[in-house]
């Protein structure tokens, strides 16, 4: 499959991408309040017109724009080690479904590990992040190694 069929078959649309990038945002947003409580702090009682507000939201939608495309690129090579694995062609939009609530889960779980052990918020970002690093790399990997043998 080529990767614009394959970002075809995902069925993300405008809706769906803006949509999966808000819903991340509290996590990032949640994380921010736990390990960096100085980007809270300086947050006025009126936070609609404060820029500190306004900066961490971009903050938070910066790091859930990261996270959506790190898990658009896990599907893609989800997709394309279960073509290899299967010699068919696999569901597209089931995969980013499943990469995405796999995704989220590991977030809730590397803030509630971030915080169990009073971590900084740059080690909650390599844990979180190294996840999804992790996984596009075995996978990429054992693509690799049936690209030998098969």
Known sequence: MSIIKDF???HIGL???V???????PFFFIASFLFKHNLIDNISSYPLIDMDFWFLISLCFCFSLTWFLMNVALTFSAI???DKMTKTDSEPHELYIASMMYSLFYLSISIVISYYFNLT?????LWAYSY?????GWIILWTLILRKHL
């Open 8 to 10: 075809n078959e995902l």
């Open 15 to 17: 809706k769906t991408c």
């Open 19 to 25: 949509l999966t990038i808000v819903c991340q945002m």
């Open 80 to 82: 394309s080690f279960a």
């Open 121 to 125: 918020f740059n080690s909650f970002l």
């Open 132 to 136: 999804i690093t992790a996984r596009v």
